[in-house]
């Protein structure tokens, strides 16, 4: 269609009359936001898609999606379609650093960290909350803060499955850490990964079990290596 062309125009010629006629375009309809996204996860060159985006809302954290009820029982859990942008914008960041984008990941990151809804809560969305550790795993060591991590522990007491996060934090977050020997966030992090809690099973770790053991036996020679005593 004109719609869907206009766009692919705008994903390899991203000029500022482009993108806004892209984004006029995905305004006007779900499947053609969707549509978009999706190309924007897979785009070469989505710096110029950063402010653009983040001036019309997209980027907002008020925009990151609850959990719906479906049924009595069940619920779904909506996927935030920037996320796609986001996870792409990080990780080519971190192949070709540029400082300014670096920051907005960072503003993006501690947004979503911090939001809470009007009645006080965090929204337990794990998709999202998948795509902050991911992209907190692209950033220098310099740019991480405490604050990161200790989010890292909130996600780990979803409602829901937690493992999704469990295995990015040991498959993405961790090695990260270690690469960069970041000594002091590595033990931080060992120290949410080894929290527990008690139930009337007994005490039971807060990480789902089988990725806290795949994470702690893949990376302990490093880990080892790095922080021995401390660790």
Known sequence: SDSSQDIDDAIENPSTPNIDRALQIANSAEALEDYLFGKLAESTSPVPWLKPLKNRGYLDPGKNPSPEKVSDTGYRIPFWNSLRFIENLADRNSEDPEPIVTDELCRFIESVMRYLRKNGERVDNYHTDRTIIKAISTLPGQKIKDEYIDFVGTTLQSRWEAGFIASEIG????????????????????????????????????????WLGDALEKHKQSIAELCPLEA
Do not use: F, Q, W
């Not at 990964?193 to 007994?202: A, I, T, V």
């Open 171 to 210: 498959e993405t977050l961790l090695p990260h850490l270690v690469n960069m020997k970041a000594e002091r966030l590595v033990l931080r992090l060992l120290d949410v990964m080894l929290s527990y809690e008690k139930k009337d099973s007994g005490y039971e770790p807060t990480m789902d079990k089988y």
